[in-house]
């Protein structure tokens, strides 16, 4: 089965050696350095920012061998950066009109979403929970407070979001393959399958919790 987003993948690379903590700073430190600053269109050195960090994602992307069916993943920051493009480049004053300067703002959010989540894909498709948690817990404040357990554990939902969507549209998929082609149809499926995501994910939600407070216990 193909990787979901942000799901570890063993390797040996370089990039897979690097300690979690590490990892986990430099996203941190790109994302505050990417988004920290005003998104204005016309300053240039913003744009050579991005640009400069998207080049170290796919240098990055190249050392880790992180796999190019990954990237679809990613598939769905197109999607909101072209309403976000869209909203960004509409004048709604006076006459409604496109400004194309304006839509330039959207692009360049869009580019920057985009390269911190291609690191963001690398940093954890290279590191694994177990890994995360052992370095974060090196740091007695998170020790204390269980804190890199809490991280540990959301980051370890994100993947499960995705296997869980990827099964319910199959299951989908195959019981309608009669009407696949019904607009009507494809929106009842759509709103089915978002209610059964929520009801899986809660159910494993509260399973982890059990399995957390059993295993304090014991």
Known sequence: MKNSLFSYRYDTTIIHKIPAIIKIIFLCFVSIRIFSTSNNESNFSEWYRCGFYFFIGCLLFFLSRTKFYSLKNLSFIFIIGFFIILLNG?????????????S???????????????????????????????????????????????????????????????????????????????LILKLQNLFQSFSTLFSCILNSAENTRKAILNRKFN
């Open 104 to 182: 330039l703002e959207g692009i360049l959010y869009l580019s920057r979403l985009l390269t911190t989540s291609l690191i963001a894909l690398i940093v954890f498709d290279t590191t694994s929970v177990y890994q995360l948690e052992n370095d974060l817990d090196k740091i007695p404040l998170f020790k204390k407070f269980k804190i890199s357990q809490t991280i540990s554990l959301t980051i370890l939902f994100i993947p499960l979001i995705f296997r869980t969507w990827n099964k319910i549209q199959l299951a989908s998929q195959s019981r309608n393959i009669k009407n696949k082609n019904s």
């Open 90 to 102: 509409i004048n709604f004053e006076n006459k409604l009109n496109f400004d194309f300067k304006k």
